[in-house]
């Protein structure tokens, strides 16, 4: 090979691995790149670990799951607690673990022994660390909706879509 050919080849090599790699990016662009996963907490390391240990002492994963971590021996539907804290404030969930009887403020359509047992006999440190750990659980802000509706539709058995429509018409 001469010269001048090693140098043709050489760029036309540089030429076809661009278009390639332009080629990926356009892909990757047009189909959406993955967002990942929507979930994420703004506690600081102390208040994770405090409140995945009480999590863990009062077998709140029995039923529940985080981090879309599910206990295998799991048979109860409980609601996933992902993004709890962008559906509810850290009062409503302090008042929630404080309620001697939590279906009075959330009404639930399950046998009683499937449905949220009372914590209000913890010692009021604990609620409260419960209540602010839940309250940091976050969800961006493009899955909330997804998160809302199936909340929504899951606790009325109706359709949000409804509730959306008869809102937008007040
Ligand atoms: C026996 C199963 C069970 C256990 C144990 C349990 N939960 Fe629940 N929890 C439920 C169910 C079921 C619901 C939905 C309401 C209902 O049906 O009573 C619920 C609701 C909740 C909610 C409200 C969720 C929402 O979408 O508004 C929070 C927060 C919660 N639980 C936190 C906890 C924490 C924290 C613990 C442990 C300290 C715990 N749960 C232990 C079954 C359980």
């Known amino acids: 090979m001469r010269k001048g050919e090693k140098g043709i080849f050489a760029l036309m090599a540089v030429v076809v691995v661009g278009f390639f790699f332009i080629n990926q990016h356009r892909h990757a662009q047009e189909e959406g790149e993955d967002p990942g996963i929507p979930f994420y907490s703004t506690a600081d390391k102390a208040l994770q670990d405090a409140g995945a240990k009480l999590y863990k002492k009062y077998d709140c994963r029995d039923c529940h799951t985080i981090w879309g971590v599910r206990n295998p021996m799991q048979s109860v539907p409980s609601p996933s607690l992902d993004g709890i804290g962008s559906l509810k404030t850290e009062e409503w969930l302090f008042e929630y ?74």
Not at 127 to 142: G, I, N, P, Q
């Open 97 to 170: 673990f404080s309620a001697p009887n939590p279906q009075e403020i959330l009404p639930s359509r399950l046998k009683a022994e499937y449905q949220m047992p009372s914590f209000a006999d913890l010692p009021e440190d604990e609620r409260r660390t419960l209540a602010r750990y839940f309250a940091s659980l976050k969800v961006e802000d493009w899955y909330l909706e997804e998160v809302k509706k199936s909340e929504y539709e899951k606790l009325t058995g109706r359709s949000y879509q409804e509730k959306l429509d008869a809102e937008a018409k007040q």
